[in-house]
């Protein structure tokens, strides 16, 4: 299995018991988690060597971040120690027309003031077959964003495939802000996953006017793919497409672009859904695992996609699940009835 390396921000994720409201809850469940911290669990439990790069205190509250990654297998010799602050992340899970709500609490956490000299990504990358990032991480600080950048650059210079998720979150910055960060940062990218928000906001290309009811169908996404790849030259542009009409029909599904040929995934209908909080990072997990493993990108997008169905059925960030499961949904084996 590979060596595979994620940079970026794990957090303590603070909610209410069920779908209590903020103001009406007197205790928060803790649930720790971070689009790349995600990723990096995710590939742990296909069994890669997996190693978070990121930097957290020294003190009790940095440390159970720290065991949460070691619980799943996944390496924290690259996690920084000092600061004094761990991002913190308030989530409400909504209901039927009742969305849920975040608020972030993450200004001046350690990994946003963390200088270069924390790490030594030449060393981070060695032996390294893939480095994922997502655009959460620049968007944390400048000083992160100078970060990405130095780890992109150590991931290239000992040839390590690179994917980013492109994940604009518009409480951590501007539209304008991101194109200016996320573009120059593109040419270091082989495998960028984003939809068509994020292409837009990330990088500022246009959706194609096939846009229904606010939802881009699959045929509109290949005129966005095709500007992604001629602009910048990625090996695979790849998108969820979450297909929901109505509060209990949650279609999943994904589609990827090789510069040939567009292949469009299986759909899942997933319902209920319990924790849907790192169902994007799910995905990129599995197509990780599913491109350094499988012999065509339909074979990895399908691994994908049924990887992020099964997230959606777990609570917390992290997608607890083995290649078997993966494989027994994507190749039609799962039933859910009892497995003895
Ligand atoms: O929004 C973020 O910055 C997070 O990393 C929180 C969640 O873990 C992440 O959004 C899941 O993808």
């Given at each position: 299995?590979?060596?595979?390396?994620?940079l970026?921000e794990?957090?303590l994720?603070?909610?209410?018991?069920?779908?209590?409201?903020f103001i009406q809850?007197?205790?928060?469940?803790?649930?720790?988690?971070?689009?790349?911290?995600?990723?990096?669990?995710?590939?742990?439990?296909?069994?890669h060597?997996?190693y978070?790069?990121?930097?957290l205190?020294?003190?009790?509250?940095?440390?159970?971040?720290v065991?949460?990654?070691?619980?799943?297998?996944?390496?924290?010799?690259?996690v920084?120690?000092?600061?004094?602050?761990v991002g913190l992340?308030?989530?409400?899970?909504?209901?039927?027309?009742r969305?849920?709500?975040?608020?972030?609490?993450?200004?001046h956490?350690?990994?946003?003031?963390?200088?270069?000299?924390d790490?030594?990504?030449?060393?981070?990358?060695?032996?390294?077959?893939?480095f994922?990032w997502?655009?959460?991480?620049?968007?944390?600080?400048?000083?992160?964003?100078e970060?990405?950048?130095?780890?992109?650059?150590?991931?290239?210079?000992h040839?390590?495939?690179?994917?980013v998720?492109l994940?604009?979150?518009?409480?951590?910055w501007?539209?304008?802000?991101?194109i200016?960060?996320?573009?120059?940062l593109?040419?270091?990218?082989?495998v960028?996953i984003?939809?068509?928000?994020?292409a837009?906001l990330?990088?500022?290309?246009?959706?194609?006017?096939?846009?229904?009811?606010g939802q881009t169908?699959?045929?509109?996404?290949?005129?966005?793919?095709?500007?992604?790849?001629?602009?910048?030259?990625?090996?695979?542009?790849?998108?969820?497409?979450?297909?929901?009409?109505?509060?209990t029909?949650?279609?999943?599904?994904?589609l990827?672009?090789?510069?040939?040929?567009?292949?469009?995934?299986?759909?899942?209908?997933?319902?209920?859904?319990?924790?849907?909080?790192?169902?994007?990072?799910?995905?990129?997990?599995?197509l990780?695992?599913g491109?350094?493993?499988?012999?065509?990108?339909?074979?990895?997008?399908?691994?994908?996609?049924?990887?992020?169905?099964?997230k959606h059925?777990?609570?917390?960030?992290f997608?607890?699940?083995?290649?078997?499961?993966v494989?027994?949904?994507?190749?039609?084996?799962?039933?859910g009835?009892?497995?003895?």
């Amino acid at each position: 299995m590979a060596k595979i390396v994620t940079l970026g921000e794990i957090m303590l994720r603070l909610s209410p018991q069920g779908n209590d409201r903020f103001i009406q809850s007197e205790s928060f469940r803790i649930i720790p988690g971070g689009g790349e911290a995600n990723v990096a669990i995710s590939v742990a439990n296909y069994g890669h060597e997996a190693y978070f790069v990121s930097k957290l205190p020294k003190h009790e509250i940095g440390q159970i971040a720290v065991n949460a990654l070691r619980r799943y297998g996944v390496n924290t010799e690259f996690v920084a120690r000092g600061g004094d602050r761990v991002g913190l992340y308030y989530a409400e899970t909504g209901a039927s027309m009742r969305p849920s709500k975040v608020i972030y609490d993450r200004a001046h956490s350690s990994i946003a003031e963390a200088d270069p000299s924390d790490f030594d990504f030449d060393k981070i990358m060695e032996g390294a077959a893939w480095f994922h990032w997502s655009g959460i991480t620049p968007a944390i600080s400048d000083k992160a964003a100078e970060l990405t950048k130095l780890a992109c650059e150590a991931a290239k210079r000992h040839g390590v495939t690179v994917s980013v998720d492109l994940n604009f979150r518009k409480k951590l910055w501007t539209s304008e802000k991101a194109i200016s960060i996320m573009r120059p940062l593109m040419k270091y990218v082989d495998v960028c996953i984003g939809n068509e928000e994020d292409a837009e906001l990330c990088l500022g290309f246009k959706p194609d006017a096939d846009v229904e009811g606010g939802q881009t169908d699959a045929a509109g996404y290949e005129g966005i793919f095709k500007q992604m790849m001629q602009e910048f030259g990625f090996k695979y542009v790849v998108s969820t497409l979450r297909e929901s009409y109505s509060a209990t029909f949650n279609g999943w599904k994904a589609l990827i672009y090789d510069g040939k040929e567009f292949y469009q995934s299986k759909r899942y209908e997933i319902n209920p859904i319990i924790d849907r909080v790192g169902g994007g990072d799910s995905f990129s997990g599995g197509l990780i695992h599913g491109l350094l493993t499988k012999k065509t990108q339909g074979e990895a997008l399908e691994f994908a996609v049924a990887a992020s169905a099964l997230k959606h059925t777990i609570n917390g960030d992290f997608n607890l699940v083995s290649v078997d499961e993966v494989e027994a949904l994507a190749g039609g084996n799962a039933n859910g009835r009892v497995q003895r």
